[in-house]
């Protein structure tokens, strides 16, 4: 499949399918929890993430990030590098933009934004998380803050597209002393689950579509 950014900025012209792909990687214990909620999020804490491509030797990759462990319940997990709103931000892409390059030394002008994905809600962190989609004409030279990131690691697009990658087992919540079982992505070198899969999945769908 050749994806470039003006394909997937074409895509966003189209509805976007929301809950529905949302659904297709969410932990069985929470599908009835997320499928129920009223859409009131007043008493939610607002964030925003990114989900970051830039070609490589004619290869689309994504970007994702191991989060330190000292980072609550997210603690060790496989995300897109983002974080929460807070006052100092103008909107809430400038969330995504300010936590990118704290986060990873990335910084606004070598980002395109091809589009918005649906907004999702985390309940075990009460979080109403904002998804933008952008690109990087370039490959980037990163600036880590260890104290939150672990690693990035780069995927090629092109894996999530391949056949039998979607697996399930039990996930340890450190902060929480407990397992989830989920869904999962197995791509490369990470196993993707929980929200970051399900935004991942709403992407994937919209440019199949």
């Known amino acids: 499949m050749n994806i470039t950014p003006e394909i997937i900025k074409d895509k966003f012209k189209q509805p976007l399918p929301g809950l529905s792909s949302h659904l297709k990687m969410a932990p069985a214990s929470r599908v009835a929890e997320i499928s129920n909620l009223s859409g009131n999020f007043n008493n939610a804490r607002k964030s925003a993430v990114m989900i970051l491509l830039f070609q490589e030797e004619e290869q689309m990759k994504l970007i994702f990030i191991r989060r330190s462990f000292y980072v609550g319940i997210h603690a060790g997990q496989i995300a897109f590098p983002g974080g929460r709103f807070e006052d100092s931000d103008v909107n809430i892409q400038n969330t995504a933009f300010r ?70 087992k039990d996930f340890l919540v450190p902060s929480a002393d407990t397992t989830v079982n989920a869904l999962y992505y197995k791509v490369g070198n990470i196993d993707l689950w929980g929200a970051s899969a399900m935004v991942m999945t709403e992407l994937l769908d919209i440019i199949k579509g």
């Open 99 to 168: 936590e990118i390059e704290e986060e990873i030394g990335i910084t606004a002008d070598k980002i395109e934004i091809l589009g918005r994905l649906s907004d999702i809600y985390v309940p075990p962190s009460n979080f109403l998380i904002s998804i933008f989609v952008g690109y990087l004409k370039e490959k980037p030279t990163y600036n880590i803050d260890e104290r939150e990131v672990a690693e990035v690691i780069e995927i090629d697009l092109a894996d999530f597209f391949r056949e039998n990658i979607i697996h399930q």
